[in-house]
C-alpha cells in the first residue's frame, strides 16, 4: 500500500506504507546508528517523536526482545529507506514489520532518507504525517502539523509506582533486569560484560524520567542496589529511604516542561546526596541550580557522536539521543563548570558541579549496543559514593 509522509513546509515524499496502517503526526528526526534499531524504537526518550533512520536497510537482523530498552516502542512513526522483512539472526524473535504491527507504530518505507536527512539539517527538525490516505489535502494538513507539539512527555513514559532492581553476582553474570517495568523477554540468560561488584551494599534512588532499561542494568552489574522511582515523587519521599547515591534518568521532551520535577531536583541538589545524572536528567539538574537550555537545529542522535574530556583532552565516542543543551554561556561558573563537549560542535555534554557531590553528562554512558567508552562514569559515581560514605 502506498504512504506518504509530509513535512510541514509543504514537502511531500510518497513510499510504501509499513507497521500499522493508521495516520500519524510528529516530530520527524533522523538518527544515524547503523545498528541498534530496536534499542531506538524503545527508548523513551523517542516519545512524541517519528525517527528516520539513516543507515539504508533496517531490520536485517529482526528484533530481539532482550535487546529492547523499555517493555514497548515510544516512537510516533519509523521511517526507512528500505526495510528488510525476513531477518537472519539466531537471536531475532520476530521481523521488525511484525513487531510495529503488534504495538500500532505506523511508518514508511522506500523514501530518499538521505534527502529527508539533508532537508532536516539545513532547515531544522519539523512537524510531519505518515498518511495512506491518496487524497489528502495539503491545506487541511498544513495547519495541523504546525500546531503539534511533544507537550509533557515525561508523564507519559515515567514507571506507575516504584520498584526494586537487586544488584547481585547473578545480575552481574547474566544481565538481564525482570522488574515488571523495565524488561518483560522471556529468556533469562544474557552474556554480557562482567563488572567488579564494586557497588556491592550501595543503595542508589534512580528517577525515572522515562529511563532506558541499560541505566539499572549498569549499576546492578555493579552489585547496587536499586529503587526506581516515578518521574514527580517528592524529593522527601526519595531522601527518606536514606540512598547512598540518587540518579537522574534520561527521557524525552523539552525540559522546561518539567517545571514541578525541577523543583524537587534543586531539594535532591541541596541534600548533599551524590548525584550523577544522564541526559534529560543533565539538563534538569542546570535548570535547577539557575543555568539554562535551549534547542538544537536538529539534535544529536546517533551512536558515533565524538565527546571531548575537559580535563584529559581524551574524546570518547558516544550514544546520543537529544533535541535540547544546557548553554555554557549562562552558567554560573561557581555552581557548576563544563567537563565535556561536544568535538563537533562545541555544545555542552557534561557538567562537574562545584559546591556538591554532583556530575552530569549529556550523552548515555550506558549505551548498548553502541561504543561503551563512557561506562567508566558508573564506576566514578560508586567512588564518589564511597567517599560520602566515609566523609
Known sequence: MKAFLILEDGTVWEGIQIGAGRDMISEIVFNTSMAGYPEVLTDPSYAGQAVCMTYP???NYGVCTEDMESVKPWVDGFIVRELSRTPSNFRSDKSIQQFLEENGVPGIAGIDTRALTRLLREKGTMNGMITTNASYSIEEVLPRLRAYTTGKVVEKVTCREKYEVTGTKDMAENGPIS???????????????????????????LLDLGMKRGIAHSLAQRGIDVTVYPAHTPAEEILGDRPDGI????????????????GEVRKLYESGVPIFAICLGHQLMALATGADTYKLKYGHRGGNHPVKDLQTGRVYISSQNHGYVVDMD????RIAR??????????????TYMQRP???????????????DSGYLFDRFIEMMEVGKNA
Open 247 to 262: 540518579m537522574l534518568s534520561n527521557g524525552p521532551g523539552d525540559p522546561k516542561e518539567c517545571e514541578g520535577i525541577i
Open 358 to 372: 554532583v556530575f552530569t553528562v549529556q550523552y548515555h554512558p550506558e549505551a548498548c549496543p553502541g561504543p561503551q
Open 57 to 59: 536497510l533496517i531490520g
Open 179 to 205: 522488574g515488571s517495568a523495565v524488561y518483560t523477554g522471556e529468556r533469562e540468560q544474557r552474556p554480557t560484560l562482567v563488572h567488579s561488584l564494586n557497588g556491592a551494599g550501595k543503595r542508589v534512588a
Open 330 to 333: 549562562r552558567l554560573d561558573r
Open 338 to 351: 563544563p567537563a565535556f563537549v561536544n568535538a563537533n560542535d562545541g555544545t555542552c555534554e557534561g557538567l
